[in-house]
Each structure stands twice: as structure tokens, then as C-alpha cells.
């Protein structure tokens, strides 16, 4: 870890799952900034979210309803923490709903406006009272979850990790169906937290109602870091672009492989926003297997 204090890193923003209980409480205590962030966020969300944080139970802090909001005043107040230190990243990548902080982070959008369109899009969804799932599937190829996929409106490869790893999305049927059928063709398989068919085309009704709400795009501007498009592992450098990804990551497939290659490619140190590791676990599906290291060590604190 030492040798990657003076070295170009990129900052990685996780998705659901990576919060943990008590996230950020050396943030609150050394980073005064990062208290203010927390209040705008509550603000924001209308939910007590500094108690879920510290206090629990852990139980309500995996809900949606403060997972996503916490994981972005995290990341987001972590940034600000590293760049007060002088510590900017060579790039930002974002990992599923990590995506809205990611380019948050990459000067895309302000800090309100990524949090504004998180809770647009799940009051869209509890409107909507969809239901969903998702299936996480190891030791088979990718290639055969989209043959098996294929054809089935229900149903959805949404994410590839890796060659050996990814993950269906669908009907709560449809993932129920999968799981049966495919148990014993895979060497692991388990149900994801999800109460939503998360980047599959069964939330497209959510995109396009974002994509119709222009005020949410108001701020929008070119990422001033280069962000990596988690559709292609490109960067993204337009506006425009950054708008496709926000409006476009619930309802569209998503290859962290590609992102993975291109971090992998650059020889970049990895930081993580999650104390949890949760980056660092998943990467250890890439062939190359990089690491990954909580970012808030940069800052001389958080876990060893």
C-alpha cells in the first residue's frame, strides 16, 4: 500500500452490497465536509440515514432505500476527503448503481443531482410496483447463460464479471426457473438482495422516464476525470454520453469485465470506495486478478 501513495490511481465506485455497517465513521470524525454531505443527503432522501449508518440494524441498512443513498454520500465525500489531500484519481469507474456517484465524482454532475436521479428512479419503480430478481451464476461461461437467456422476454444476462461470472436478471418466475435448470451446469449459484430485475430491459419504462424528466440533466456536463463506461470500458467525454449511462445503467446489460480489462491494461493501483472489499472480492473473477484497496487508506484511515 505504501508504495501507491504518490502513484496515479483509479477510484472505484461499488454498487449495492459493498455498504457496511459504520462505513464512513472516520470520514464524519476527521473530514468536517463530510458531516454537511450526510444532512444534504438525508435532505435529499428524507430518511434518517446517519442513525442506519452508524447505529443499524444492518438489515435495513442493505434496503435500497439507504444503501443507495449511503454508498453515494460515501463515495462522493471520500473524493472530496482525497482531493483536499491533493489525491485526484487518473480515472473513476462505477460499478452497477455506483455508476451515479462515479460520475459525481468525475465532475459530470453535482453531488444533489446524482442523488436527485437515484430517487427519481426508485420512486418510478415503487410506482410501478415491479418485482424482480437476480441470480448470480459462477463456473459456467457467459456465453451459455445468453444462449440459455435468449428468447425469453422474462429474462436477461445483466452483468459479466468475468468469463466464469455473471448474472441473470428477470422476473422473480423467471429467476426461480433459471435457478433450477442451471444448478446443475454451474459450479456455484446464489440469489442476489435484489428486489429488482436490475440491468435488464424489464426496467426500460424507468430510463425512458428519466430521460424525459429534463430537469434531471440540467447540470449536466462532460466528466472532468476520464470515467469508463461500464457498457464498454471506454471513457466517456461527452454530456451526452454521461446522460446514456445514467439514464440507461438500470435497464441495460452491463460488461465490468471490459472495465476490468481496461484498468487491468492501464496498471493503475485500484481504490475503492467500500471499507468492505467488495471491489477487491469481485475482481478476483478477472483472469488477471488485480487487487483492489479501500481508498480511504489514502487517507491514513479505515480498515488495514
Not at 50 to 73: A, I, N, Y
Not at 239 to 258: F, N, V
Amino acid at each position: 500500500m505504501n508504495g501507491f501513495i504518490d502513484r496515479p490511481f483509479a477510484f472505484i465506485v461499488p454498487g449495492q452490497m459493498a455498504e457496511t455497517l459504520g462505513m464512513g465513521r472516520a470520514l464524519l470524525e476527521e473530514f468536517p465536509p463530510a458531516s454537511e454531505m450526510l444532512e444534504r443527503t438525508e435532505a435529499v432522501w428524507g430518511a434518517p440515514l446517519r442513525r442506519v449508518l452508524l447505529e443499524g440494524p444492518e438489515e435495513k441498512l442493505h434496503e435500497g432505500d439507504c444503501s443507495q443513498p449511503l454508498l453515494t454520500w460515501y463515495a462522493c465525500a471520500l473524493a472530496g476527503a482525497l482531493r483536499e489531500r491533493g489525491r485526484v484519481p487518473a480515472a473513476v469507474a462505477g460499478y452497477s448503481v455506483g455508476v451515479f456517484a462515479g460520475l459525481a465524482v468525475a465532475g459530470a454532475l453535482p453531488f444533489e443531482d446524482a442523488l436527485a436521479i437515484l430517487k427519481f428512479n426508485r420512486e418510478r419503480i415503487e410506482e410501478a410496483r415491479h418485482r424482480g430478481g437476480m441470480l448470480a451464476v459462477g463456473g459456467m461461461e457467459a456465453g451459455a447463460g445468453e444462449e440459455y437467456a435468449d428468447g425469453h422476454d422474462d429474462l436477461a444476462v445483466g452483468v459479466v464479471n468475468g468469463p466464469h461470472s455473471w448474472t441473470l436478471t428477470g422476473t422473480p418466475e423467471a429467476i426461480a426457473r433459471a435457478e433450477m435448470d442451471l444448478r446443475p451446469r454451474a459450479l456455484q449459484m446464489f440469489r442476489l438482495p435484489s428486489a429488482w430485475a436490475i440491468h435488464s430491459p424489464l426496467l426500460d419504462f424507468v430510463s425512458r422516464a428519466a430521460w424525459e424528466e429534463r430537469g434531471l440533466w440540467r447540470s449536466l456536463r462532460p466528466p472532468a476525470l476520464p470515467f469508463l463506461s461500464p457498457f464498454t470500458g471506454e471513457p466517456v467525454s461527452t454530456a451526452d454520453e454521461a446522460e446514456d449511462l445514467l439514464g440507461g445503467i438500470l435497464s441495460r446489460p452491463m460488461r465490468w469485465d471490459r472495465v476490468a480489462d481496461g484498468l487491468v491494461e492501464r496498471g493503475w493501483p485500484l481504490a475503492e470506495a467500500s471499507e468492505g472489499g467488495f471491489i477487491h472480492k469481485l475482481l478476483k473473477f478477472h483472469p488477471s486478478r488485480p487487487p483492489a484497496f479501500p481508498a480511504i487508506r489514502l487517507l491514513g484511515a479505515g480498515p488495514a
